[in-house]
């Protein structure tokens, strides 16, 4: 069983709908990361966590420590926000090694 | 240049081959890592240096190496390349180890 598990895999929208992005874990953690691959295949880092809540424009991460689950939002989605969203888990062991969720693909039509 | 970048962009690789993918950052950031990227598996850590001189083995390090002589570059070798070693690689740094990471345009690899 993967660490790390993201709901849902697919997720089609129509543009200004509001998105929500789930990250689930198994193991303690350290840091929780939100990651976006564009379809030309290039990776951002959008958020780092380790508690409450972050924000950056229309993205909005949030994490629950004892529940172990993260969620990322999207407000008035956008087409150009149809990407592959990524979280994943910095075990409290290590500084150097993240487990990755395989990825949620969004798309968002006009 | 500015930021990370890896070479070859892809490559064609006869089964057998030695094969080194070569990532160089101009960031000054002392952790590097090399990750695989496969379909239905997400992203896996290969190799990851914490700062030049160390590096440490990640999830799935059989198979490859690397070596950290100076601060920018972090070279990827195959000592003799299998189609197993199919694969998206992304070289990727940060500042120090556990802070947010900043990604390479990634290198396509097949094995034949």
């Known amino acids: 069983k993967n660490e790390v598990e993201q709901s849902p895999q697919n997720l089609t929208a129509q543009e200004g709908e509001f998105i929500t992005i789930n990250c689930s874990y198994s193991v303690g953690i350290s840091a929780l990361h939100w990651l976006q691959q564009h379809p030309g295949g290039g990776i951002v880092s959008l958020f780092m966590l380790s508690s409450g809540k972050k924000k950056h424009g229309r993205l909005i991460a949030t994490i629950n420590i004892q529940e172990k689950h993260s969620s990322l939002h999207i407000t008035a989605s956008h087409p150009r926000d149809s990407a592959v969203y990524i979280c994943?888990?910095?075990?409290?062991?290590?500084?150097?090694?993240?487990?990755f969720g395989k990825g949620t693909l969004l798309t968002v039509n006009p | 240049i500015a930021g990370i970048t890896q070479a070859p962009t892809s490559q064609i690789l006869a089964a057998g081959r030695r094969m080194t993918l070569r990532c160089t950052q101009d960031m000054r950031h002392n952790a590097m890592y090399w990750y695989r990227q496969d379909l239905g598996l997400g992203l896996r850590l290969i190799h990851y240096?914490?700062?030049?001189?160390?590096?440490g083995k990640g999830e799935v390090p059989d198979g490859y190496s690397v070596s950290r002589a100076n601060t920018d570059d972090f070279p990827l070798t195959l000592a003799s390349a299998v189609p197993s070693q199919t694969s998206v690689y992304f070289c990727?740094?940060?500042?120090?180890?556990?802070?947010?990471?900043?990604f390479g345009p990634g290198t396509r690899l097949l094995v034949l």
């Open positions: 240096s914490n700062t030049a001189g160390t590096t």
């Open positions: 990727a740094t940060s500042k120090e180890g556990g802070e947010t990471q900043y």
């Open positions: 994943a888990v910095r075990s409290g062991g290590s500084n150097y090694k993240l487990t």
